[in-house]
């Protein structure tokens, strides 16, 4: 069971190469999906060594498939730089420029992940953020108009998948208004916003393959952060009709710092989200997907779950065989 729940976890190799330990965890669980950040990409060796290492363990074929993720959204968050890359502006100062600038922005990001080997952006950011935004957001967005945010965020989807890299639309349902970064903090509204909303629908409308939650609490719907809300989940599903697999945002971020681990891994399951992302320890990952194997192996529900998260990615896999 604990190498079936591996299926779901997106984690991060604590530095430029797999230390022995970590080789050994990929290497037991069959680890399938990573996401890279800077300290990731030094030299153009060590990148190709490292991602031919972690491409090894996902085998072939759809039940073996794995994803390699990065967040190149340009700006500041950007984590292939020069020299392996070009320095790419923020996406709000190429939004001003209109839909071809961001056609030629979209372009050159998924380039930049194909040549490295990499398979799906975390990108792009659709909360409604403009000049005025808090700083863990100002710059990442295409602006604060919904329609607007809604037609550069179909250009920039289509156009990375006429690259061949899967793009991720983020964070559902929007932080655009939330002046509490859920970094260090867990931030509450009150209800969803129709306006913030549009932009995902339109991305789902696009055809955008994955869909990252955040940890954002909508008090009408859950007293829970939409990373572990079957409720938000259920809107994305039912609503917005998206049938692809659903990220969480980063487990390990200070907002969900009244749950333990293993916790965090069960109440994304049980939530209805796909695929957990966990930028921590590979151990620490490791010891709490043991905790979660045994309560799945006694609970039928958690089980039904199960199948239903594979069934999800099965079903991605079956429309992107072709694609990696």
Request: charged share 30%; proline share 6%.
């Amino acid at each position: 069971m604990i190498r079936r729940l591996a299926e779901f976890l997106v984690l991060s190799p604590s530095g430029p190469e797999l230390s022995e330990e970590e080789r050994e965890i990929v290497r037991d669980l069959r680890l399938r999906h990573f996401i890279l950040f800077k300290r990731h990409f030094v030299e153009a060796e060590q990148v190709r060594r490292l991602v031919e290492e972690l491409r090894i363990p996902s085998g072939r074929g759809s039940e073996g498939q794995g994803l390699l993720m990065v967040d190149q959204e340009g700006g500041r968050v950007q984590r292939i730089g020069p020299p392996l890359s070009s320095e790419f502006p923020e996406p709000l100062s190429v939004a001003r420029r209109g839909a071809e600038a961001v056609e030629g922005f979209s372009r050159e990001l998924a380039r930049t992940l194909k040549a490295w080997g990499l398979h799906v952006n975390l990108a792009p950011v659709l909360d409604l953020a403009g000049e005025e935004a808090p700083d863990f957001l100002r710059g990442r967005t295409f602006g604060d108009d919904p329609w607007e945010v809604a037609r550069l965020g179909q250009v920039f989807i289509r156009v990375h998948l006429e690259e061949g890299v899967f793009p991720c639309a983020k964070h559902f349902p929007g932080l655009g208004g939330v002046h509490v970064d859920p970094h260090r903090e867990l931030p509450a509204v009150e209800g969803l916003s129709e306006r913030a909303l549009e932009p995902f629908r339109e991305a789902v409308r696009a055809g955008v393959p994955f869909m990252m939650t955040t940890h954002l609490v909508v008090r009408e719907l859950s007293e829970r952060p939409a990373t572990f809300s079957r409720e938000i989940v259920q809107v994305l599903r039912e609503r917005l009709g998206f049938e692809g697999p659903v990220l969480t945002d980063d487990l390990a971020m200070e907002a969900l710092g009244d749950y333990e681990l293993p916790e965090r891994f069960l109440y994304a399951l049980l939530s209805g989200h796909t695929l957990w992302l966990y930028c921590g320890s590979l151990t620490e990952a490791a010891e709490a997907l043991a905790e979660l194997s045994r309560e799945v192996a006694k609970s039928r529900v958690l089980r039904d779950k199960v199948a239903e998260a594979s069934g999800v990615l099965q079903g991605f896999w079956l429309k992107a065989k072709n694609s990696l």
